[in-house]
Structure formats: structure tokens, C-alpha cells
């Protein structure tokens, strides 16, 4: 399984909103396909698939937080 | 030592809202393929953009009579409230591979607004940040706004500054969700300004701050 984690997004940001997931629990994605959106600070920020395959669970709902280095999502490599 | 980023520089005039959003889009899908990090200076014909969670109240006039004077309403697949675009408006939209500068999007963003605090700096106008805000004031009014969207460590979208902008048009709503009033370049100094001089001036801006060749 991989997680679809929140990367650094720089100093001082701890962390940022859910804002629009663009993928579903049992889409079929390729790596790099943006997945989810997250906001911070008037900037938002697209997190890309790592790898291709299956969305097996999604760990947060739109509007909220999450912190950096936490997993958004699990996907199962296909 | 750093070495300068080097950037293109594309002015695509006076252009719809949406269509300059595909030409964004476009450009974001080159640099992310490696072409070189790119900003678009343009202006926009009247459109209020709407984020995904934009509340129809801080629209001060009904919609509807917006639209009947013939101005545009879009909504927008981005976050944040309420904001408008206008003739006398420099938009510019630094398509830059956060690779080439830092993974930083505060940091980012606080270069922007230090872009908009030097062109204005360039017509005497000093103008300021306010903490926990984001944008450039003069004094308590707000002269430049921006917003952007990242993917792949590419920004898009960006800072517009008004410089001959019909600030009547700002009365309409309250600009992303804020009881604030807004200024222009040429409200400050007190006679209309030359486009031309101000896309130079913020493109000297834009490389000084981010080292652009």
C-alpha cells in the first residue's frame, strides 16, 4: 500500500485544509494524476498520486485539517 | 552562490478571464515539462471570480444586476471568496517551478507581495503588508491582491495590482470576503498612469526579487 502523504510546504506552515478531492475511495488513478487539494494561506496546493492504482481509503473530508507529513489517502498500486 | 532562473516573459493583453486560464493551464503543463519558468502580464475585461466556497453575501449587489450591465460572473475552480478583475488592472500570473527557488509557499507568496511593495516604491507609493493578511496596503486601503494554485510545484494564478482601475466596481463586493477598501496607483498619485511603464517597471520587479534572467 502507498499513502498519499502531505508534503512540506514550507517554513512555518504546519498545515493546510482539505479543500476538493478529485478522485473518490475506488478511482483508478496514475501516478502524478492530482488527487487532492488542499489549502493554506491563499495559496492551494495540488497532491499528486505517487504511484498508479486503486484509492483504497480516503483519511480526510473536505474542510478539514491536516497536518504536514500526515497520509490524506491510501492507494494500492496496480 | 545562486545562479539566475531564466524566465520568459509573455504580455497577452487584454484578455477574457477563461481564456487566459487555458493559457495558463498550458503553460503550467510546459514548465512542469521543463520549459522555462514564465510570467504572464495581461488585464482582464470586467469578471468577478468566485472560489469554491464563495458566499453569495459578500456579493453586495444581486448578481443578477451585475450580469444585466453586462459584466461577467465565473466561477472558479479555486479557493477563496469573491474578487474582481478590470481594465486598469495589471494581472500577472508567474507560471515559476517552486524547484527553481524554494518549496516554500509562504515564502512565495511574501516575494510577491515584496514585488508588488517595490513597483509601488517605483512611484513613490509606500505601501505595506498587514500580518495575518494577504495582499499590499497603503495605509488601511488594499492595493494589490493575490491568490495562487500550485501543482507539480508550479505555481498559477498570482497578484493583480491596480493601477487605473474603476474602483466603483470594488463597492459591488466585499473583495475575498473583507470589509476593505481598495486603492489604485493612479487614486494615489493623482493622474492615470501608462501600462506600458508599469508592465516594465513590474517585470524589473519580478526579476530583481526573484533573480530572473
Redesign the interface.
Known amino acids: 500500500m502507498s499513502n498519499i502523504i502531505l508534503?512540506?510546504?514550507?517554513?512555518?506552515?504546519t498545515k493546510a485544509t482539505v479543500?476538493?478531492w478529485h478522485s473518490k475511495l475506488g478511482d483508478h488513478i496514475q501516478e502524478?494524476d492530482?488527487v487532492v487539494?488542499l489549502?493554506?494561506?491563499?495559496?492551494?496546493?495540488?497532491v499528486?498520486a505517487p504511484a498508479s492504482g486503486v484509492i483504497k481509503k480516503i483519511l480526510f473530508k473536505e474542510g478539514q485539517e491536516v497536518r504536514i507529513g500526515e497520509a490524506l489517502a491510501v492507494v494500492e498500486p496496480q | 552562490m545562486s545562479h539566475s532562473v531564466l524566465c520568459r516573459v509573455k504580455d497577452i493583453g487584454l484578455i477574457d478571464y477563461e481564456e487566459a486560464f487555458l493559457i495558463q493551464k498550458q503553460t503550467v503543463s510546459e514548465v512542469i515539462q521543463g520549459q522555462s519558468d514564465t510570467l504572464l502580464l495581461c488585464e482582464h475585461p470586467v469578471v468577478f471570480t468566485l472560489g469554491?466556497l464563495a458566499d453569495e453575501r459578500n456579493f453586495l449587489i444581486p448578481p443578477k444586476d451585475i450580469e444585466s450591465r453586462g459584466m461577467k460572473i465565473l466561477a472558479i475552480?479555486?479557493?477563496?471568496e469573491v474578487t474582481l478583475h478590470g481594465p486598469g488592472q495589471i494581472v500577472t500570473y508567474p507560471i515559476f517551478n517552486l524547484n527553481h527557488f524554494?518549496?516554500?509557499?509562504?515564502?512565495?507568496?511574501y516575494k510577491l507581495e515584496q514585488v508588488a511593495i517595490d513597483l509601488l516604491q517605483d512611484f513613490d507609493i509606500v505601501a505595506r503588508r498587514i500580518s495575518g493578511q494577504?495582499g499590499v496596503w497603503v495605509g488601511q486601503e488594499k492595493i494589490a491582491s493575490?491568490?495562487?494554485?500550485?501543482?507539480?510545484w508550479v505555481s498559477f494564478h498570482g497578484m493583480a495590482i491596480n493601477v487605473n482601475t474603476d474602483l466603483n466596481l470594488f463597492s459591488m463586493i466585499k473583495p475575498c470576503g473583507l470589509d476593505v477598501k481598495m486603492t489604485s496607483i493612479s487614486k494615489l498619485i493623482g493622474k492615470s498612469v501608462d501600462m506600458k511603464d508599469v508592465k516594465e517597471k513590474i517585470v524589473r520587479n519580478y526579476c530583481r526579487n526573484f533573480d530572473l534572467t
Not at chain 1, 508534503?7 to 506552515?13: K, N, V
Not at chain 2, 493575490?146 to 507539480?152: M, R
Request: aromatic fraction near 8%; hydrophobic fraction near 30%.
Open positions: 508534503p512540506e510546504l514550507g517554513e512555518g506552515i479543500a476538493f502524478g492530482d487539494e489549502e493554506t494561506d491563499k495559496a492551494t496546493f495540488n499528486p | 469554491r475552480d479555486r479557493g477563496g524554494r518549496r516554500d509557499l509562504k515564502h512565495f507568496l494577504r493575490l491568490g495562487i494554485g500550485v501543482k507539480k
